[in-house]
Antibody
Framework: QLQLQESGPGLVKPSETLSLTCIVS??????????WGWIRQPPGKGPEWIGS???????FYNPSLMSRVTISLDTSRNQFSLKLSSVTAADTAKYYC?????????????WGQGTLVAVSS | DIQMTQSPSSLSASVGDRVTITCRAS??????LAWFQQKPGKAPKSLLY???SLESGVPSRFSGSGSGTDFTLTITSLQPEDFATYYC?????????FGQGTKVEIK
């Protein structure tokens, strides 16, 4: 059974880079069938898609965050990562990693449990 | 970006009630709409996709309808475990976008 688990610091200082990793288990990570994505949810608000990566390494990002986001893949470790630079308090949110099937690449059926990241000095 | 507007933002209902939540897209999205249920502290859980297709394991009291710009999620005979926040999400065009949520509370 597919499991996605986010990990990373729960507190990041303003202007620094937020770095999170998602470890995937229970299913093939190197399959061409899937996109892997990051989604965040500020407290009390709806989710916001950050970006996605395909198994071959191609990425696409939300234009609102594109200048600050990098998503990468490490197939040898069954994981993918998110880096968000120059963070501010507005980046405080619960961050989720998720999986989408290639046929509906923007629909994330499977989500991790999420990790809360606060931006504060 | 396509804006997704849900109504109402919250509602109070009793066990056994029929509940309807609407979602409107700022432009046509065909049937590329999903509904998620989220309970406090948990990740959103997919209930329906393609506007009306029920996910495996989701009770049949949940149903969805609509296409284009107007969509509906209906819960017939609300159960105690259904009290949660519901989100719609379009996946027709990038970036995928979510509604602001509808909180279903106990009356």
């Amino acid at each position: 059974q597919l499991q996605l688990q986010e990990s990373g610091p729960g507190l990041v200082k303003p202007s620094e880079t937020l770095s999170l990793t998602c470890i995937v288990s229970g299913d093939s990570f190197s399959s061409s069938d899937y996109y892997w994505g990051w989604i965040r949810q500020p407290p009390g608000k709806g989710p916001e898609w950050i970006g996605s990566i395909y198994y071959g390494g191609s990425t696409f990002y939300n234009p609102s965050l594109m200048s600050r986001v990098t998503i990468s893949l490490d197939t040898s470790r069954n994981q993918f990562s998110l880096k968000l630079s120059s963070v501010t308090a507005a980046d405080t949110a619960k961050y989720y990693c998720a999986r989408a099937h290639y046929r509906t690449s923007l629909f994330f059926r499977h989500w991790g449990q999420g990790t809360l990241v606060a931006v504060s000095s | 970006d396509i804006q997704m507007t849900q109504s109402p933002s919250s509602l109070s209902a009793s066990v056994g009630d029929r509940v309807t939540i609407t979602c409107r897209a700022s432009q046509g999205i065909s049937f590329y709409l999903a509904w998620f249920q989220q309970k406090p502290g948990k990740a959103p859980k997919s209930l329906l996709y393609s506007a009306s297709s029920l996910e495996s394991g989701v009770p049949s009291r949940f149903s969805g309808s609509g296409s284009g710009t107007d969509f509906t999620l209906t819960i017939t005979s609300l159960q105690p475990e259904d009290f949660a926040t519901y989100y719609c999400q379009q996946y027709n065009l990038s970036p995928p976008t979510f509604g602001q949520g509808t909180k279903v509370e106990i009356k």
